[in-house]
């Protein structure tokens, strides 16, 4: 069924506007997205370096971070967050795995930095299974926990590689001093207050004279840096949920009111981009993925612990035609574009799918369509027991800038690189984003996923813009096509949302994009 959307957009945003703190010495540097044909505009996006700025809240206040003593409400990136980095000669790519399954883990208990518990059996298969999608990648280095569940991940993946492998202690869990080794429940019953500190705004924690989120961010970004000071080009890094989620969060410049956002599963992989900044600054950052897992990122599952009933699920429709020497967004996909589509479709089959919301181009809307006719076949295809209904929305507001169809190859350079369509670009997302979050709460029923479907840059925008962050923050992902991103509302859509993965193209086999390079870093990345 096919529906137009006029939606009535929320009349606020749910999440306060983020702003950038300044702080003497620091600087925040989003990453350039490098040098890529026309034909692919999932990978084009300019290149910002922000320094000694210092931007305003909504009332014109200057906004200090709650990592320096002050409380924050909602998402803000804080100033402490965009620390200089270590400057690097050559493009770095860092690879993060959360360790597989823990005894602790599967008991419910604490673990915190302890050092007692081990790989279950179940945690023992996802370091293999992890070991097998990074088997073909080239790696120079190994940094890992010294905890014995993140070594033992560690030293699976590695298996029989020659390279070095470097235990380093500041990559060790987060510190939860006194709660470490309860159970859940005991924490609840022994803490009380503190424990539901820790639950609902664990930036600002305490527990023992200790705020353990602060001190987790401060030795996340020491580790950067002593990360970042080995040569090698592609470094492989295995530690733990809390930490990665820092060394994620920090590298991006996000504070410590991010924690629990960023999803870190077991066996989780994240993946991050650093390139040379001119005159040995700080190094550009660029999230290239998070969070992919060895499950599909979609079957059912909690987000930080609480049971994920609401979801927005970003699809990137797949690979256009593409004209030499000119470049329309209207295109069709080709064969590989209607491969990656309909591999899409049969990933969501996991998923109850109602809704699909898609931009008006032909890539988008033939990639709904897929999704909507495999859905509705669910009862042939073995995986439900009634037909699915699936409505179609096709939303102007998915549309990356309007009005620029078909132009030529300098002018959408133009637009792409150099951020002169980006405010145009950001205003869309941010109608488009509020939109999806109406639609969400609207969805009949307890179980809510809404589909959405458009090229990789505007899904780049409606990420940013769950993150509540700004414009000059698109840079800091990447987007591929034919990838899933899921956003899950635990808390229901008026609350933060959590991103469970971004960039998943696992689902994609042979087509999927692989973990590290297969062709020089440096040329890939160059501008």
């Known amino acids: 069924m096919l529906l137009s959307s ?5 009349g606020a945003s749910h999440l306060p506007l983020p702003t950038l703190s300044h702080q003497k010495h620091c600087r925040l540097v989003v990453p350039h997205l490098g040098s890529i044909p026309l034909v692919k505009p999932s990978l084009i996006l300019c290149s910002v370096s922000l320094q000694k700025s210092v931007p305003s809240s909504p009332s014109g206040d200057s906004i200090s971070s709650p990592e320096n003593g002050d409380a924050g409400s909602g998402l803000s990136p804080s100033s402490s967050s965009s620390s200089f980095f270590h400057p690097i000669a050559t493009a770095k790519r860092v690879v993060l795995v959360r360790h597989g399954q823990s005894t602790w883990n599967a008991e419910g208990r604490i673990q915190g930095s302890s050092d007692f518990s081990v790989l279950t059996l179940k945690g023992e298969a996802q370091a293999e299974t992890s070991r097998q999608m990074l088997l073909t990648d080239n790696f120079d280095v190994c940094f890992h926990s010294p905890l014995i569940r993140s070594k033992r991940t ?41 424990y539901r500190q820790w639950q609902t705004d664990a930036a600002n924690f305490n527990i023992d004279g200790h705020y353990p989120v602060r001190e987790l961010w401060e030795r996340a970004r020491n580790s950067w840096n002593k990360i970042l000071r080995h040569d090698g080009p592609s470094i492989l890094v295995v530690a733990h949920n809390a930490v990665n989620q820092a060394l994620v969060a920090t590298a991006i410049g996000l504070g410590t009111e991010y924690f629990r956002v960023l999803l870190q599963s077991n066996c989780g992989v994240s993946v991050l ?33 609480r049971k994920a009933s609401n979801r927005i699920i970003l699809v990137c429709h ?62 042939c295809l073995g995986v439900d027991c009634v037909p699915r209904d699936v409505e179609i929305m096709k939303m102007p507001e998915l549309l990356h800038i309007s009005g620029k169809q078909g132009l030529d190859e300098n002018a959408e350079k133009d637009v792409l690189r150099s951020c002169t369509g980006s405010s145009e670009l950001w205003e869309r997302a941010r109608e488009a984003w509020s939109l999806l979050l109406e639609k969400l709460a609207n969805l009949p029923g307890s179980e809510k996923n809404l589909v959405v479907v458009s090229n990789p840059i505007v899904n780049v925008g409606l990420v940013a813009h769950c993150l509540n962050l700004q414009k000059e923050w698109l840079p800091s992902f990447h987007l591929d096509e034919g990838s899933v991103s899921v956003i899950d509302f635990p808390d229901g859509p008026s609350s933060n949302g959590v991103i469970r993965c971004i960039n998943y193209t696992a689902h994609l086999g042979r087509w999927s994009i692989p973990v590290t390079r297969t062709t020089n870093i440096e040329e890939e990345l160059q501008f």
């Not at 006029?6 to 929320?10: A, F, G, N, S, V």
């Not at 897992?293 to 059912?300: E, I, L, M, Q, R």
Request: hydrophobic share 35%; proline share 7%.
């Open 318 to 379: 797949g690979a256009l035609e593409g004209i030499e020497g000119r470049f329309s967004w209207d295109e069709p996909m080709n064969m590989l574009g209607v491969i990656q589509s309909q591999k899409t479709a049969e990933l969501l089959l996991d998923l109850n799918v109602s809704s699909v919301a898609c931009s008006p181009l032909t890539a988008a809307a033939d990639t709904a369509t897929t999704i909507s006719k495999v859905q509705e076949a669910a009862d």
């Open 273 to 305: 981009d650093f390139t040379p900044s001119p005159g040995r600054g700080s190094p550009h950052i660029r999230l290239n993925r998070l969070n992919q897992t060895p499950s599909s990122p979609v079957s059912a599952g909690s987000s930080g612990g």
């Open 6 to 10: 006029p939606l009535t957009p929320l």
């Open 154 to 194: 560690a030293e699976i993946i590695w298996a029989d590689r020659k390279e070095q492998m470097i235990p380093e202690y500041d990559l060790r869990e987060i510190d939860l001093y006194s709660f470490q080794g309860l159970l859940k429940h005991e924490g609840k019953a022994k803490y009380g207050d503190a």
